[in-house]
């Protein structure tokens, strides 16, 4: 049962006997023929149908983060359909469920991050010296800055300067994108290197400034990724590749017997 307190109500879609309703909108007779998949998936999250700007970005967004090789999810994912090639639903999510901080979820990180720095700005502090202080607090714990290196793509990650490129063309670019530059800036100067945006931090200022919540950012990369998983997974029912990595995994790793027996 539902807390007294919550409204067990969705605004999402209900189903009829002749119709579907989705978002108060008739499927087959509105929605069906007139929408894109990507305008579908913005008006599915946001209860809105998208203007150009965020129809353009949005697909943009996920075409950038939709494949990038043998990632540990496609690894995962193409392992998982060797072990039960009957469960393709299985091995999609096999490869979503390691969508964590360090792959793809990392895109979320990089949103609090601005959003916490916006709420400074805000508050009547120059973009450059939050992004500084920023900088300063992360290097002090150790941390790793969200959005900032990457273990292919140096010194840029040339999605991430596409992205930036494209919110520069279409003026689109605003008070986050400019966070995400002077971070950039910020982490170059504090940890005393140029570090590459890698594309998450583009991806969550520009889904941010073109009025996406926060709680929405993880919800593009997720969506990607399932459309990359599902072809590397085809391709893996016709021509197998995940005894191999197993095979290739166990040849990497030497055994040693614990200590002291």
């Not at 998982?80 to 895109?107: E, F, K, N, W, Y």
């Not at 973009?127 to 959005?147: C, L, W």
């Not at 919540?213 to 459309?227: D, Q």
């Amino acid at each position: 049962m539902a807390p007294a307190d919550v409204d067990p109500t969705t605004h999402i879609s209900q189903a009829y006997p002749d119709r579907v309703e989705v978002r108060g909108r008739d499927l087959t007779g509105d929605l069906m023929g007139r929408l894109s998949f990507t305008e579908y998936f913005h008006l599915l999250l946001t209860g809105r149908e998208p203007t150009a700007d965020q129809r353009f970005f949005l697909d943009l967004l996920l075409v950038a983060i939709a494949e990038h090789g043998m990632m540990p999810t496609n690894v995962a994912a193409r392992m998982t359909l060797s072990a039960d090639p009957g469960s393709l639903q299985g091995a999609v999510a096999a490869g979503i469920l390691g969508c964590g901080p360090v792959i793809l979820g990392t895109a979320e990180a990089c949103a609090q991050v601005l959003e916490d720095a916006q709420q400074e700005v805000a508050a009547g502090r120059e973009p450059a010296a939050v992004a500084a202080d920023m900088a300063h607090a992360v290097r002090a714990t150790g941390e790793r800055m969200p959005g900032f290196g990457h273990p292919v793509h140096r010194p840029l990650d040339p999605r991430a300067e596409r992205i930036l490129e494209l919110a520069d063309e279409r003026g689109v670019s605003g008070p986050h994108v400019e966070l995400a530059r002077c971070l950039r800036a910020a982490v170059a100067e504090v940890w005393g290197k140029e570090l590459p945006l890698n594309v998450a931090m583009p991806i969550a200022a520009v889904l941010l400034d073109l009025g996406y919540p926060p709680t929405s950012v993880k919800a593009v990369p997720i969506l990607a990724r399932t459309a990359g998983l599902l072809a590397h997974l085809v391709e893996e029912q016709q021509s197998p590749l995940g005894f191999l990595l197993a095979r290739e995994a166990e040849e990497a790793v030497e055994y040693e017997a614990p200590p002291g027996e």
